[in-house]
């Protein structure tokens, strides 16, 4: 098991420029989520997913979409960058019908620059 | 507004002593308050998890304290390792909505041999 996997691991944008963060996770986990972490400001939830086809916004989500079109995959998308979402994201899964549990599993971090 | 409160920010303990982490929450509907460590360049890894039927739970030097009443949480590692230091989280959520977890701001613990 691979766990949660997510590409890339660097990143350096412009200022307006898009782009997209992979993450996967191979637990048959039912929910994904997508975090920033800030220095002073521990883990902030931008998105999660409880399910394929489905999103919700979280605690921070204006800036950022997502999407969920496969089970093991959670998308999160920058359509124009800015200097603010310069952060590590962390994706997370947790929960399936085999094993109840509410523990979630992170991924070892996308580290972000927008200059 | 801060959900979940986490002091202190960073804490020195000198090997073989007890760190403390201590955090406090405001939502009364929470019902799973878990800890994570997290080593630099890694993502967070579950360290230890309580549930509010119990004021203890111990998994080898790990120690989480909960008291309902007063809304707070702390987490205690007895014998603390170099290898300990690392950052710490806590966290807390209501498994009933999602289990979307509210995290404490972080403690970077560092354990001087």
């Not at chain 2, 090997?15 to 405001?26: D, M, R, T």
């Not at chain 2, 230890?48 to 007063?70: H, L, M, Q, W, Y």
């Not at chain 2, 590692?77 to 966290?91: E, L, N, V, W």
């Amino acid at each position: 098991n691979a766990g949660v996997t997510q590409t890339p691991k660097f990143r350096v944008l412009k200022t307006g420029q898009s782009m997209t963060l992979l993450c996967a996770q191979d637990m048959n986990h039912e929910y994904m989520y997508w975090y920033r972490q800030d220095p002073g400001m521990g883990l902030r939830l931008i998105h999660y997913s409880v399910g394929e086809g489905t999103t919700a916004k979280g605690e921070v989500p204006d800036g950022y979409n997502v999407s969920r079109l496969k089970k093991q995959n959670f998308l999160l998308g920058l359509e124009s960058a800015a200097p603010s979402q310069t952060s590590v994201y962390f994706c997370a899964s947790s929960y399936s019908l085999k094993e109840s549990t509410d523990t979630q599993y992170f991924g070892p971090g996308t580290r972000l620059t927008v200059l | 507004q801060q959900q979940v409160k986490q002091s202190p920010q960073s804490l020195i303990v000198q090997k073989g002593g007890i760190s403390i982490i201590n955090c406090a929450y405001e939502n009364t509907a929470f019902d799973y308050f878990p800890w994570y460590q997290q080593f630099p360049g890694k993502g967070p890894a579950l360290l230890i998890a309580i549930r509010p039927d119990v004021s203890e739970k111990k998994e080898g030097r790990f120690t989480i304290s909960f008291n309902k009443s007063a809304k707070q949480f702390s987490l205690h590692i007895m014998d603390s390792q170099p290898g300990d230091s690392a950052t710490y989280f806590c966290a807390a959520s209501n498994s009933g909505a999602t289990n979307k977890l509210i995290f404490g701001t972080g403690t970077l613990l560092a354990v001087q041999p």
